[in-house]
Nanobody, 125 residues
């Protein structure tokens, strides 16, 4: 089992940027795909982005494409989510998670096994 800890959330204004990080421990980080999901109050947990085990493949939700970038550093056991041009609708708790899946299947939350505790991102208008 992999332990995940997210950080980097906060309160920002629309148009600002934030960089979220997820630190992993307790497993073989470099063998897992990683994903970011988010959950707003009263809503389901939605897919944001995913990256393959070696960083060669990424996929994004349409709502964040062109604004968010996912990356990973297997030497440091971290995955990051650079969020630019933030909008109020990006407000949510952001979670990182591990997966053994690739492609479109990796956009489904049920395909992820280990989850972090989440970090709050609030974007004011």
């Amino acid at each position: 089992q992999v332990q995940l800890v997210e950080s980097g959330g906060g309160l920002v204004q629309a148009g600002d940027s934030l960089r979220l990080s997820c630190a992993a421990s307790g497993g073989t980080f470099g063998t897992y795909g990683m994903g970011w999901f988010r959950q707003a109050p009263g809503k389901e947990r939605d897919f944001v982005a995913t990256i393959s085990w070696d960083g060669s493949s990424t996929r994004y939700a349409d709502s964040v494409k062109g604004r968010f970038t996912v990356s990973r550093d297997n030497a440091k056991n971290t995955v990051s989510l650079q969020m630019n041009s933030l909008k109020p609708e990006d407000t949510a708790v952001y979670y990182c998670a591990t997966t053994t899946y690739l492609g479109a299947v990796a956009t489904v939350a049920s395909r992820y096994s280990d989850w972090g505790q989440g970090t709050q991102v609030t974007v004011s208008s």
